[in-house]
């Protein structure tokens, strides 16, 4: 324990310096004492004796500071005393040192912003136990449900599988199923009025595969999804709990109503866990036995070719992914070839099963739906970032270069009273870390700003929910720590070697540092050429992503969204049976909407801009299967006046009417991108097609019962970047079903419009309720929000690089002309005209212009080209190597440059020569 002690004895020592001083004073006093006694015994007089033994002690002070330097708590102390001598420098400074401190501040905010987003999104785990050891069964890009055996990786999954899977794989502990679409509805619970909550549906297995223990009650188990229908239970979340009942343990057992039905509440989740997708929190967890109730369109419990689910595993302790891939693979296969292709498979089938294949992705962090939509945006803003960041060190190392020239004679005094060059170093160092340190100081409130605007940014542009506990963790701070070292050593270790490495007797005589100052110029060329390179790189990001961006703005979307509103609506909490009195239901509130004042036309679809898809495979009627008409039609059941409502022109044919029916023949409206696949030189209407593909044995193969009775544009469907494909729309009077959105064209603001809309609902049925209305230009706007998002901060960060390079050319420039300002006297006096002088400044700044631009565009066109393939997923109708937007960087650093060059130039214009002279 004597390691204990001497830190004890040091933290004491720290705050008891005087005492340390009277100690080591009391010792000298005594050994000198002792020393003239010995002296006095030789034969010394007193006098002689004492001078002896003070000869023998030396310097007081150098004793005690040889005494001092020997335990660790001076090294506390030197780095105390530094940091006191290098705050009162900075504070004699306050333009240098706030300059200085509000860059680094963007810098280290913006990059702690980024990250802690790239934390929440991509790195932080789930709340479970041991989440590394949970794996996803495909990578969880597929939303929604399938059917038939794709020919490429599985994502989703049939419950009849999972149950077969579940109980005849070895490499997994435990595997849990949980519904790809999170269901939303009403609940009311205890009376209340009913209120909008996100619940995930779930297998038995899903807390105990998780290891999420109740903090309440009991979990969802086995035996509540053993049976359809029969687990009306319910597991609450925490932060649910505390906010519906105020954490009163009073909860369990209390009946909720949700989508026409009563549930149990059984148990509360632990806190902190929100489910698998921390993105979208869940409120409720109920059993998949209750999959038909909570979603009554949603029912494939028996069905094996309803594929709507995600799997995850728990690997067994030793069992590694490729392990667990190999032998997932090998029942997979197993399974589908004996439970699903039956006794006689086709070839077909059996080489699409071959070519089936289930890949494991790590789920620790959750389901990837956010991520997959967010990471490539997250690592270009990461790396734009950190570009900003470098620029903004390069200007502050630029700025101390400049302060140590002025400072050159005081260190060089400090040198000639003995300091080394190590103290020297460790007193420009700990400036440099105080810098940094007020940096990442205002640096976490602009993160903790602009995070909290982005994650609100972000979410609205992808429906999504930004997790809530975007406050930044350790992670987070260990990060901010980080860089606030690094950049403390960027920028301030080149100026204090440079200053350690002084020529002590030339700055002394010079009295200015002359020298000091010429090699500081050469060095901070090469920074500012560095930091104009960087710029063009930005420069060149941000234009083409605000090309990419403008694309965008111009597409022709095929409808009209402005004056368009969108209704959310909740119709399976009425629990009403889907049947003619469902559509008679839907017919009727169409009427009574278009009757209201200033609406010009009102339509159920199933699915609007944005919300999703319905795409199979189709057969036409007498054309046979080919390549170019080989691939799935997108489906939409919708209104009779669902056209007139999205402003989408009927190319030919006819629209729906009354008299399309459930009892008359079927029929459906095609694109023209349709009509051209199956019919390039003749008209589709009046032939007929079935929802089937031809080329699996145990699919149907027909009736052709779906008779094409008009060509309506092409409209965009999933996004405003997508590209054009095959349409089709049916309409609902054939297709009785629930909907989620109700569309309105009207000149009616929607404050005003939605009391009216829910009269209108509330008289048809009371138990439809009318939640939400957005107007479709915003959902519009949303689809490209993250693209806007990147455009935009692209831009801002391109035009903070541009102003601190033309900061670091302006206090080059200035620093240059200061020093010759002699010589601009004498040219002055010689006859040199103002324009020469001009053009002297301005020469200087072009030759760094030429220099940074020879660097930085080979840079950035090599950079483009390797991240071609990586950006293009976020480009729209532009390249990485757009030549635009390279030229677009080249003219603004141009101008960055000779706008930086400008007032230097003025000033050198306007030199007195006989101040010059006389200042000489």
């Not at 239901?585 to 919300?611: C, D, K, W, Y």
């Amino acid at each position: 324990m004597s390691w204990l002690n001497s830190l004890v004895a040091g933290i004491r020592s720290l705050f008891s310096r005087h005492r340390i001083e009277r100690e080591l004073d009391e010792e000298l006093d005594l050994f000198q004492e002792q020393a003239a006694e010995h002296h006095e015994r030789t034969g010394m007089t007193p006098e002689e004796a004492r001078r002896a033994a003070r000869v023998a002690v030396g310097s007081r002070n150098s004793v005690k500071q040889k005494v001092w330097a020997s335990r660790w708590e001076s090294v506390v102390d030197n780095l105390c005393k530094d940091a006191r001598l290098g705050s009162r420098s900075l504070l004699r400074t306050p333009g240098f040192t706030a300059i200085a401190v509000m860059s680094l501040a963007l810098g280290i905010g913006a990059n702690t912003a980024i990250f802690t987003l790239l934390n929440a999104v991509m790195l932080r785990p789930l709340p479970v136990e041991e989440p590394r050891q949970l794996v996803l069964f495909g990578d969880g890009s597929w939303v929604g449900s399938m059917d038939g055996m794709p020919n490429r990786n599985w994502r989703l999954f049939s419950y009849p599988f999972y149950r077969a899977f579940s109980a005849q794989t070895h490499a997994f502990s435990g595997v849990t199923a949980v519904s790809s679409i999170q269901m939303g509805g009403h609940l009311a619970a205890s009376g209340g009025a009913p209120e909008q909550v996100h619940i995930d549906v779930v297998s038995g297995s899903y807390f105990s595969v998780l290891g999420v223990p109740p903090a309440l009650g009991r979990t969802i188990d086995e035996a509540d999804d053993r049976t359809a229908g029969a687990g009306a239970v319910a597991v609450a979340s925490y932060a649910w709990f505390e906010r519906h009942f105020g954490g009163n343990p009073a909860a369990l057992g209390a009946t909720i109503h949700v989508q026409g039905h009563n549930y149990t509440i059984v148990g509360v989740a632990e806190p902190g866990f929100a489910g698998l997708d921390p993105s979208s929190p869940a409120d409720m967890w109920i059993p998949l036995s209750m999959e038909k109730e909570i979603s009554p369109g949603w029912n494939g419990l028996e069905d094996k070719d309803f594929q709507s689910l995600y799997l995850v595993g728990r690997l067994k302790p030793g069992v590694t992914t490729a392990l667990a891939t190999t032998s997932t693979n090998l029942l997979f296969r197993q399974i589908i070839r004996g439970e699903y292709l039956g006794d006689h498979p086709s070839e077909h089938d059996l080489a699409q099963l071959e070519k089936a294949n289930i890949e494991l992705t790590s789920a620790a962090g959750g389901l990837p739906g956010l991520r997959l939509k967010l990471s490539t945006p997250i690592f270009v803003l990461m790396g734009i970032v950190v570009l900003v960041l470098l620029i903004a060190c390069v200007n502050i190392a630029n700025m101390l270069l400049a302060r140590g020239v002025a400072r050159s004679r005081e260190i060089a005094v400090r040198q000639a009273l003995g300091a080394t060059r190590a103290r020297i170093m460790a007193q420009l160092l700990t400036e440099s870390t105080l810098l940094a340190l007020g940096g990442a100081a205002f640096g976490v409130l602009v993160a903790w700003g602009s995070g909290r605007l982005l994650a609100a940014y972000l979410s609205h542009g992808v429906n999504e929910q930004i997790p809530e506990y975007l406050a930044p963790d350790v992670r987070v701070l260990v990060f901010t720590v980080a860089v606030t070292g690094f950049t403390a050593l960027l920028f301030g270790m080149l100026p204090a070697v440079r200053a350690a490495r002084l020529e002590l007797t030339p700055v002394l005589k010079e009295g200015r540092g002359g020298s000091q100052a010429n090699a500081r110029g050469a060095v901070s060329r090469g920074l500012i050429v560095g930091q104009i390179a960087i710029s063009i790189l930005l420069l060149v990001a941000a234009g083409i992503f605000l090309r990419s961006l403008v694309n965008l703005n111009r597409v022709n979307l095929g409808f009209e969204p402005k004056h368009a509103m969108v209704f959310g609506l909740d119709e399976q909490g009425a629990n009403l049976p889907v049947d003619s009195r469902l559509t008679q239901l839907h017919q009727e509130i169409e009427r009574s909407v278009q009757a209201l004042p200033g609406v010009e036309a009102a339509s159920f679809s199933m699915f609007t801009f944005n919300e999703g898809e319905w795409s199979d495979s189709v057969m036409m009627e007498g054309v046979p299967r080919t390549p170019q008409n080989d691939s799935d039609v997108h489906y939409n059941v919708v209104g009779s006046q669902y056209l007139k409502t999205f402003g989408i022109p009927l190319v030919s044919g006819r629209n729906f009417s009354d008299q399309d029916t459930a009892n008359s023949p079927h029929v459906a409206l095609v694109n023209e991108t349709m009509a051209r696949t199956f019919f390039p030189n003749g008209s589709p209407i009046g032939h007929h097609f079935c929802l089937c593909d031809g080329s699996a044995a145990h699919s149907q193969t027909g009736p052709f019962d779906i008779e094409i009775v008009g060509v309506v544009r092409d409209a965009h469907y999933e996004g405003v970047g997508e590209h054009q494909h095959m349409a089709a729309y049916f309409p609902y009077a054939q297709h009785a079903q629930y909907f989620y959105n109700f569309v309105v064209r009207s000149n009616v603001s929607p404050a005003a419009l939605l009391p009216a809309v829910r009269r209108v609902f509330a008289q048809a049925n009371p138990q439809v309720l009318v939640s939400t209305v957005v107007p479709l230009t915003e959902m519009v706007d949303d689809s490209i929000q993250t693209q806007r998002l990147i455009g935009l901060l692209s831009a801002f960060f391109a035009a903070l690089a541009v102003f601190l390079v033309a900061i670091g050319v302006y206090g080059l420039i200035s620093y240059s002309v200061a020093r010759r300002t002699s010589e601009m006297g004498i040219r002055v006096a010689l006859g040199a005209p103002a324009r020469a002088l001009v053009w002297l400044v301005v020469r200087e700044s072009l030759v760094l212009l030429a220099a940074g631009l020879a660097v930085g565009l080979p840079v950035a066109l090599l950079t483009a080209q390797s991240l071609s393939q990586f950006l293009k997923a976020i480009l729209f109708e532009v390249t990485a190597m757009d030549p635009m937007a390279f030229a677009l960087a080249v003219a603004v650093a141009c101008v960055m440059t000779l706008c930086a060059a400008f007032l230097p130039a003025r000033r050198a214009a306007s030199v007195n020569p006989v101040d010059a002279l006389r200042c000489e």
